[in-house]
């Protein structure tokens, strides 16, 4: 478990949904994923996929407090109003009382361009307030950058408590995570194996078979090891099974500093500041 700054606890590995199709597949994946040992997952609104997850949680039999469940506000909704309804929507699809943690998805949507600090600020209102009615436990952000979060805190009585970014070997994103760290926000990885380009990467294919494990368990290794929270998604259980296993092993400094160097292997991140949606 890693500790977030206001206190809760969150497990080091999360299992991610993102792409994955709404229905039986989102639900069976979920349902695998808990039979395999992982108790945090990770959605979003634009996922479409919440309902789907929310009848995996049920099917696992499992207690809420033995979870930790995260979703996202979407960027058509980053005003106060439209946060209050985004989470309340969530809370529905989820068939959930409340989530532990609930994400600003991006920073600055081409939407609201040029207004993001305002937009961003009547969102968090809407977020501290739904903390303290009880329907979510911890906030955070998504994508942000440095002068994000910086004009973030310039009205927020909440820190966040995470920023969830692409985070990987191919883009460790140094500024943001230094950043993000000395201030004690988690960085949560989200696409943790890159694009599935990293797969390919020889160098890592080497180290793997070194350790005898897959590139896959070796990269997830990798980020917890710099105190990052992967979140890898399948949707076939052996590899859902496969990813959680990476408690049993370390990489050497050698090693690590070999996958530091693979920058620009398996994709970049997008800026935030000139996405088109």
């Known amino acids: ?133 009880g329907k979510i436990k911890a906030i955070g952000v998504s994508n942000f950058h440095p002068h994000h979060i910086d004009a973030l805190l310039k009205t927020a009585k909440i820190k966040p408590a995470v920023n969830q970014i692409f985070l990987n070997p191919s883009d460790a994103q140094p500024e943001i995570v230094s950043y993000c760290q000395e201030k004690n926000i988690l960085l949560e990885a989200y696409s943790p194996l890159g694009t599935g380009k990293i797969f390919e990467v020889a160098e890592l294919q080497t180290i793997a078979a070194s350790y005898n494990k897959t590139v896959a368990q070796v990269v997830l290794r990798w980020s917890l090891q710099h105190g990052f929270l992967p979140l890898p998604k399948s949707v076939t259980p052996s590899r859902i099974k496969e990813n959680f296993e990476i408690f049993d092993f370390v990489l050497t400094d050698e090693d690590m500093e070999k996958i530091n160097s693979l920058r620009g292997t398996a994709g970049l991140a997008l800026n935030p500041d000139e996405t088109t949606f």
Do not use: C
């Open 1 to 133: 478990m890693y500790e977030l700054n206001n206190g809760i606890k969150i497990p080091k590995v999360g299992f991610g949904t993102w792409q994955t199709p709404d229905g039986d597949v989102a639900e069976e994946s979920v349902v695998a994923a808990l039979e395999a040992g992982y108790r945090h997952i990770d959605t979003a609104a634009i996922y479409g996929n919440e309902e789907s997850v929310g009848r995996g949680i049920k099917r696992s039999g499992l207690n809420r407090d033995e979870l930790f469940i995260t979703t996202k506000l979407w960027n058509d909704k980053h005003s106060y109003e439209g946060a209050k309804q985004g989470i309340d929507e969530s809370l529905k699809n989820l068939d959930l009382d409340y989530v532990d943690l609930y994400l600003i998805h991006w920073p600055n949507p081409a939407g609201i361009r040029g207004e993001f600090e305002t937009a961003n600020s009547e969102a968090w209102r809407a977020m501290e307030e739904a903390v303290n009615e």
